[in-house]
C-alpha cells in the first residue's frame, strides 16, 4: 500500500472515529430526541467513498500530474451527484425525518469536503516538491 494511502487512511479513520464519538454523544444527550438510527451509515458511506476517491487521485498523480484538476473536478461532480441522489432516495423513503437528515448529511459533507481538500492540497503542494 501507498505510504501518501496509509497516511490519508489512518487520518480519515481517526476523522470519522472522532467524527462518530461526538454524534454518538451529542445523539445521546442533547439531541437524544432527534436521533437518526441512520447516522452510522451515513458516516461509514462517506469515509468509504473519500477513501475511494482519495485512493483514485493518488493514481492519476502517479500517471499524469497535468491532467489532474480537471480529473480532480469531474470526479468530485460525479461524487456529489451521487451524494445528492442517496440524499433525495432517503428522504423519500423516510419523509417525517427528512430535515433532520438533511442537518446531519450536510455537515457530514462538509466535514468530509474539508478533510478531502486538504488532503488533495497537501498531496499536491508533496509533487510538487
Do not use: Q
Amino acid at each position: 500500500m501507498d505510504n501518501n494511502f496509509k497516511k490519508f487512511f489512518k487520518g480519515l479513520t481517526v476523522y470519522t472515529l472522532i467524527i462518530l464519538s461526538v454524534g454518538v454523544l451529542l445523539f445521546l444527550t442533547v439531541f437524544r430526541i432527534k436521533f437518526l438510527t441512520i447516522f452510522p451509515f451515513v458516516l461509514l458511506f462517506y469515509y468509504l467513498s473519500t477513501l475511494l476517491l482519495h485512493n483514485y487521485m493518488l493514481r492519476i498523480t502517479r500517471n499524469d500530474v497535468a491532467k489532474f484538476s480537471f480529473k480532480f473536478m469531474m470526479l468530485s461532480f460525479l461524487k456529489m451527484f451521487i451524494y445528492i441522489v442517496f440524499g433525495v432516495i432517503y428522504i423519500i423513503i423516510d419523509e417525517k425525518n427528512a430535515v433532520n437528515f438533511l442537518i446531519i448529511y450536510l455537515l457530514l459533507y462538509v466535514a468530509y469536503a474539508v478533510y478531502e481538500v486538504r488532503s488533495v492540497m497537501k498531496l499536491i503542494n508533496n509533487t510538487k516538491s
